[in-house]
Protein backbone atom coordinates (compact mmCIF):
# COMPACT_ATOMS: atom_id res chain seq x y z
CA UNK A 1 0.00 0.00 0.00
CA UNK A 2 1.25 3.67 -0.69
CA UNK A 3 3.01 4.89 2.11
CA UNK A 4 0.90 7.89 4.15
CA UNK A 5 2.93 10.86 5.76
CA UNK A 6 0.65 14.04 7.56
CA UNK A 7 3.02 16.89 7.73
CA UNK A 8 2.16 20.53 9.41
CA UNK A 9 1.48 19.08 13.01
CA UNK A 10 0.71 21.38 16.21
CA UNK A 11 -0.72 19.20 18.62
CA UNK A 12 -0.25 15.68 20.08
CA UNK A 13 -3.59 14.89 20.40
CA UNK A 14 -3.79 15.15 16.52
CA UNK A 15 -0.28 12.51 16.28
CA UNK A 16 -1.49 10.84 18.53
CA UNK A 17 -4.80 10.49 16.61
CA UNK A 18 -3.18 9.65 13.25
CA UNK A 19 -0.83 7.02 15.17
CA UNK A 20 -3.93 5.62 16.19
CA UNK A 21 -5.43 5.27 12.38
CA UNK A 22 -1.85 3.77 11.24
CA UNK A 23 -0.44 6.60 9.79
CA UNK A 24 3.95 5.92 10.57
CA UNK A 25 4.99 8.86 8.61
CA UNK A 26 4.31 12.43 10.36
CA UNK A 27 5.89 15.59 9.12
CA UNK A 28 6.69 19.02 11.71
CA UNK A 29 7.46 22.03 9.90
CA UNK A 30 10.12 24.44 10.77
CA UNK A 31 9.88 26.92 8.01
CA UNK A 32 10.03 30.53 9.62
CA UNK A 33 7.20 31.72 6.90
CA UNK A 34 4.77 28.98 7.60
CA UNK A 35 1.82 29.53 9.48
CA UNK A 36 1.85 25.19 11.05
CA UNK A 37 5.97 26.30 11.77
CA UNK A 38 6.58 25.21 15.33
CA UNK A 39 9.95 26.04 17.55
CA UNK A 40 12.28 23.55 18.82
CA UNK A 41 10.60 23.30 22.59
CA UNK A 42 7.29 22.98 20.60
CA UNK A 43 8.56 19.99 18.78
CA UNK A 44 10.31 18.69 21.59
CA UNK A 45 7.02 17.78 23.49
CA UNK A 46 5.31 16.56 20.21
CA UNK A 47 7.95 14.41 19.44
CA UNK A 48 8.35 12.95 22.53
CA UNK A 49 8.25 9.18 23.01
CA UNK A 50 6.63 8.50 19.63
CA UNK A 51 5.97 4.76 19.62
CA UNK A 52 8.99 2.56 18.22
CA UNK A 53 8.14 2.35 14.00
CA UNK A 54 6.82 6.11 13.57
CA UNK A 55 8.99 8.09 11.49
CA UNK A 56 9.32 12.06 11.74
CA UNK A 57 10.35 14.18 9.62
CA UNK A 58 11.53 18.07 9.99
CA UNK A 59 10.57 20.00 7.07
CA UNK A 60 13.56 22.74 6.04
CA UNK A 61 13.80 25.58 3.83
CA UNK A 62 17.14 26.68 3.53
CA UNK A 63 18.43 26.43 6.42
CA UNK A 64 20.91 27.07 8.36
CA UNK A 65 23.61 23.79 8.19
CA UNK A 66 24.34 24.32 12.11
CA UNK A 67 21.06 24.50 13.16
CA UNK A 68 19.75 22.19 10.90
CA UNK A 69 22.11 19.59 11.90
CA UNK A 70 20.98 20.71 15.77
CA UNK A 71 17.93 19.90 15.14
CA UNK A 72 18.13 16.34 13.23
CA UNK A 73 20.24 15.37 16.45
CA UNK A 74 18.71 16.83 19.75
CA UNK A 75 15.25 16.24 18.34
CA UNK A 76 16.48 12.62 16.77
CA UNK A 77 14.65 13.11 13.71
CA UNK A 78 14.19 10.08 11.58
CA UNK A 79 14.85 11.96 8.44
CA UNK A 80 14.47 15.76 6.80
CA UNK A 81 12.57 17.07 4.36
CA UNK A 82 14.16 20.06 2.30
CA UNK A 83 11.59 22.55 0.60
CA UNK A 84 14.12 25.71 -0.68
CA UNK A 85 17.22 26.14 -2.98
CA UNK A 86 19.62 23.86 -1.01
CA UNK A 87 22.90 23.17 -2.68
CA UNK A 88 23.22 19.57 -3.31
CA UNK A 89 26.31 19.32 -1.18
CA UNK A 90 24.41 19.44 1.59
CA UNK A 91 22.63 16.45 1.06
CA UNK A 92 25.88 14.64 0.86
CA UNK A 93 26.70 16.27 4.37
CA UNK A 94 23.84 15.13 5.86
CA UNK A 95 23.75 11.48 4.40
CA UNK A 96 28.07 11.32 6.15
CA UNK A 97 27.04 12.92 9.21
CA UNK A 98 23.88 11.06 9.94
CA UNK A 99 24.11 7.84 8.22
CA UNK A 100 20.40 6.23 8.23
CA UNK A 101 18.56 9.35 8.10
CA UNK A 102 16.22 9.73 5.27
CA UNK A 103 16.35 12.92 2.93
CA UNK A 104 13.44 14.06 0.98
CA UNK A 105 14.04 17.06 -1.53
CA UNK A 106 11.35 18.88 -2.66
CA UNK A 107 10.61 19.87 -6.43
CA UNK A 108 8.19 22.31 -7.12
CA UNK A 109 6.26 21.37 -10.60
CA UNK A 110 6.25 24.48 -12.31
CA UNK A 111 7.12 22.87 -15.74
CA UNK A 112 8.95 19.67 -16.90
CA UNK A 113 12.08 21.09 -17.53
CA UNK A 114 12.50 22.45 -14.16
CA UNK A 115 11.22 19.01 -12.76
CA UNK A 116 13.79 17.40 -14.89
CA UNK A 117 16.90 19.93 -13.74
CA UNK A 118 15.88 19.02 -10.38
CA UNK A 119 15.73 15.06 -10.78
CA UNK A 120 19.54 15.68 -12.11
CA UNK A 121 20.72 17.90 -9.70
CA UNK A 122 20.04 16.02 -6.62
CA UNK A 123 20.33 12.78 -4.87
CA UNK A 124 18.07 12.35 -1.71
CA UNK A 125 16.56 9.20 -1.20
CA UNK A 126 12.98 10.48 -2.24
CA UNK A 127 11.83 13.25 -3.99
CA UNK A 128 8.34 14.78 -3.15
CA UNK A 129 6.52 16.73 -5.88
CA UNK A 130 5.00 19.98 -4.63
CA UNK A 131 2.73 22.56 -6.53
CA UNK A 132 4.55 25.72 -8.34
CA UNK A 133 3.90 29.23 -6.64
CA UNK A 134 5.78 31.76 -6.96
CA UNK A 135 7.52 33.11 -4.20
CA UNK A 136 5.75 30.32 -2.15
CA UNK A 137 8.00 27.29 -0.87
CA UNK A 138 5.25 24.57 -0.27
CA UNK A 139 1.86 24.22 1.44
CA UNK A 140 -0.24 25.68 -1.50
CA UNK A 141 -3.10 23.23 -1.20
CA UNK A 142 -3.38 23.21 -4.72
CA UNK A 143 -2.77 20.28 -6.87
CA UNK A 144 -0.09 19.78 -9.61
CA UNK A 145 -1.26 20.20 -13.71
CA UNK A 146 -1.56 16.56 -14.56
CA UNK A 147 0.66 16.88 -17.90
CA UNK A 148 3.47 17.32 -15.33
CA UNK A 149 2.97 14.26 -13.87
CA UNK A 150 2.52 11.88 -17.10
CA UNK A 151 5.99 12.60 -18.03
CA UNK A 152 7.66 9.10 -18.21
CA UNK A 153 10.41 9.56 -16.77
CA UNK A 154 9.50 10.22 -12.96
CA UNK A 155 10.44 7.89 -11.08
CA UNK A 156 7.65 7.25 -8.67
CA UNK A 157 8.93 4.61 -6.48
CA UNK A 158 10.96 7.19 -4.86
CA UNK A 159 8.00 10.01 -5.08
CA UNK A 160 5.96 11.72 -2.39
CA UNK A 161 2.86 13.47 -4.15
CA UNK A 162 1.60 16.57 -2.44
CA UNK A 163 -0.63 18.99 -3.62
CA UNK A 164 -4.15 19.57 -3.27
CA UNK A 165 -4.57 15.93 -2.21
CA UNK A 166 -7.53 15.35 -0.04
CA UNK A 167 -10.09 12.34 1.28
CA UNK A 168 -12.23 13.28 -1.95
CA UNK A 169 -9.76 13.00 -4.36
CA UNK A 170 -7.07 10.86 -3.36
CA UNK A 171 -8.49 7.47 -4.98
CA UNK A 172 -8.81 9.24 -8.45
CA UNK A 173 -4.78 9.98 -7.92
CA UNK A 174 -3.67 6.96 -6.81
CA UNK A 175 -5.85 4.95 -9.81
CA UNK A 176 -3.87 6.90 -12.25
CA UNK A 177 -0.54 6.93 -10.87
CA UNK A 178 1.78 4.81 -8.40
CA UNK A 179 3.79 7.31 -6.43
CA UNK A 180 6.00 5.52 -3.13
CA UNK A 181 3.89 7.72 -1.07
CA UNK A 182 1.34 10.81 -0.82
CA UNK A 183 2.07 13.84 1.35
CA UNK A 184 -0.60 15.95 2.75
CA UNK A 185 -1.04 19.09 4.93
CA UNK A 186 -3.72 20.97 4.44
CA UNK A 187 -6.56 18.85 2.99
CA UNK A 188 -7.14 17.25 6.18
CA UNK A 189 -7.68 20.40 8.30
CA UNK A 190 -10.06 22.43 9.39
CA UNK A 191 -7.55 25.67 9.72
CA UNK A 192 -3.50 25.61 8.95
CA UNK A 193 -1.81 23.33 12.28
CA UNK A 194 -5.22 22.20 13.15
CA UNK A 195 -5.78 18.57 11.86
CA UNK A 196 -9.52 17.39 11.59
CA UNK A 197 -10.53 13.76 12.89
CA UNK A 198 -12.90 12.58 10.37
CA UNK A 199 -10.82 14.46 7.31
CA UNK A 200 -8.20 12.07 8.35
CA UNK A 201 -10.13 8.91 8.98
CA UNK A 202 -11.51 9.45 5.71
CA UNK A 203 -8.70 9.99 4.12
CA UNK A 204 -6.87 6.11 5.84
CA UNK A 205 -10.17 4.73 5.05
CA UNK A 206 -10.45 5.83 1.14
CA UNK A 207 -6.54 4.71 0.64
CA UNK A 208 -7.13 1.18 1.85
Known amino acids: MVKLKICGFTSRRDIEYALSLGIEIIGINFC ?26 GVFVNPDEDTLFNFLDALNLSGVQLHGEEPPALIRKIRKKFPGRIIVKALRAENSESLLDGFKKYNPDFFLLDAYMMGVHGGTGRRIGRSLLTQPWLPWRRIFLAGGITPENVRELLAEFSPYGIDIASGVESSPGKKDMEKMRKLVERIK
Open 32 to 57: KKSPRCVTFEKAKKLLDNLPYGVMSI
